[in-house]
T-cell receptor, first 114, second 111 residues
Framework: KAGVTQTPRYLIKTRGQQVTLSCSPISGHRSVSWYQQTPGQGLQFLFEYFSETQRNKGNFPGRFSGRQFSNSRSEMNVSTLELGDSALYLC?????????????FGSGTRLTVV | DAKTTQPNSMESNEEEPVHLPCNHSTISGTDYIHWYRQLPSQGPEYVIHGLTSNVNNRMASLAIAEDRKSSTLILHRATLRDAAVYYCILLNNNAGNMLTFGGGTRLMVKP
């Protein structure tokens, strides 16, 4: 069965631009979460969507936003890019919102801001 | 929020068992214990999770202390492909479905 698919795999953007990243969860999974990974801060939670509703949000500025569609696919958007936004962005999906379920991660989108 | 404490790094020889410890002394009764690992240049990978009883799956075993203040991830026969950073994470009601990753344990496997 297909895993979590993230597109694109690599992206280079200029400061001040905006970017949209896409995540297709495993079929049947309704929960999608996003994480940012940097060498300095490690893995940090951005937000989680379940059935098109944002259920949790991490401690990131409002420039970071996301949404989930009726087919559970999710997108995250970063506006007014800063150099510090350079990171690996990971998406994870799960069956439901119950903490008893495991999460399947995608391979990530590596964003470089120049 | 309940936190976990893991050693920064551990070494193992190939084909030997590995016991990765995790302390979570402030765990609450409804916290699940999750383990993930991250291989180089990949996203984290789910390994195993449990609540109170020991758990086994094809990848590993999870041994949970009776008081739940600590747990141990057991890899029965380490292979070179098991070299990764292993994260022990608690999921609780307040955090919803947010995985809070700490520094994890970097496992090195020697041939």
């Amino acid at each position: 069965k297909a895993g979590v698919t993230q597109t694109p795999r690599y992206l280079i953007k200029t400061r001040g631009q905006q970017v949209t990243l896409s995540c297709s969860p495993i079929s049947g999974h309704r929960s999608v979460s996003w994480y940012q990974q940097t060498p300095g801060q490690g893995l940090q939670f951005l937000f989680e969507y379940f059935s098109e509703t944002q259920r949790n949000k991490g401690n990131f500025p409002g420039r970071f936003s996301g949404r989930q569609f009726s087919n559970s696919r999710s997108e995250m958007n970063v506006s007014t890019l800063e150099l510090g936004d350079s990171a690996l962005y990971l998406c994870a999906s799960s069956f439901g919102s119950n903490r008893g379920y495991g999460y399947t991660f995608g391979s990530g989108t590596r964003l470089t801001v120049v | 929020d309940a936190k976990t404490t893991q050693p920064n790094s551990m070494e193992s020889n190939e084909e030997e068992p590995v016991h990765l410890p995790c302390n979570h002394s402030t765990i609450s009764g409804t916290d699940y214990i999750h383990w993930y690992r991250q291989l180089p240049s990949q996203g984290p990978e789910y390994v195993i999770h449990g609540l109170t009883s020991n758990v086994n799956n094809r990848m590993a075993s999870l041994a949970i202390a009776e008081d739940r203040k600590s747990s141990t991830l057991i890899l029965h026969r380490a292979t070179l492909r098991d070299a990764a950073v292993y994260y022990c994470i608690l999921l609780n009601n307040n955090a919803g479905n947010m995985l809070t990753f700490g520094g994890g344990t970097r496992l090195m496997v020697k041939p």
